[in-house]
């Protein structure tokens, strides 16, 4: 696979991208990725034992991965993200890549990320997903209501590409759900000692759930399908 193709800004102007400024600048864009890579891509993810986003290292995934995080980190893609959200110059920011493979049902609380991320993008990677919302991506109007959306819900199935502007009201969730769900999220953060932060933080929850994995599936599982929490800078 050659992996100058697997990820084109120009594929985020097809007529069926969804781009918002209401009631947060959001883009929703699908087949962000070449059929023909679903094989490599699935087969280079890493392995997580354990449930949630890890600070992403390359020695965690095959040359595809790494060749698709290397694409969505250049500023060339952070331009063109920029251009559909109004943010003047975003390839400025430093990139913090996170992966996540699979999830517990505490996952997925509304939240509107730290005030310490400018945007974050996520894309999908699953191959199928089963006939429910559970686990899809919502983008929301208020924190209360995770049925209140301002958008329709999307799947996290292979290629689909979901970015929003960081703002005090950029509400987002999904439904419980519990197992595989593949994603990569970048987020562009406002400095470098964010980034170095926010990673030792990462790596810690990695070693933590390691050793506790049986109780950290165990909490917030029968959490409340429109439970939230606020923000913190973390």
Known sequence: MNATVLLDPIRLDRPDTDIR???FPFMIAHGQLPDEARGDLERDFPKYASAGFFPYDPVDCGPSVNALVNQMTTPQFASAIGRHLGIENLGQYPTLVTLC??????????????????????LYLNTQWPDTSDGCLRFLN???????MAAPELKPL???????????NSFHGHLPYEGERRVIQVAWLTSEEEKLRKTKRGKFSRA???IFGVLDRKLGADRDRSASHKTRDA
């Not at 999830?103 to 993008?121: C, F, P, Q, W």
């Not at 208020?142 to 209140?148: A, F, G, M, S, V």
């Open 101 to 122: 493979r699979a999830l517990n049902k505490r996952h997925g609380t509304i939240h509107t990320d730290s005030r310490s991320k400018v945007a974050t993008a996520l």
């Open 142 to 148: 208020r924190i209360d209501n995770i049925d209140d």
């Open 21 to 23: 400024e209401q009631p």
């Open 158 to 168: 292979y290629g689909e590409f979901a970015v929003f502007k960081r703002c005090d």
């Open 208 to 210: 933590f759930k390691k």
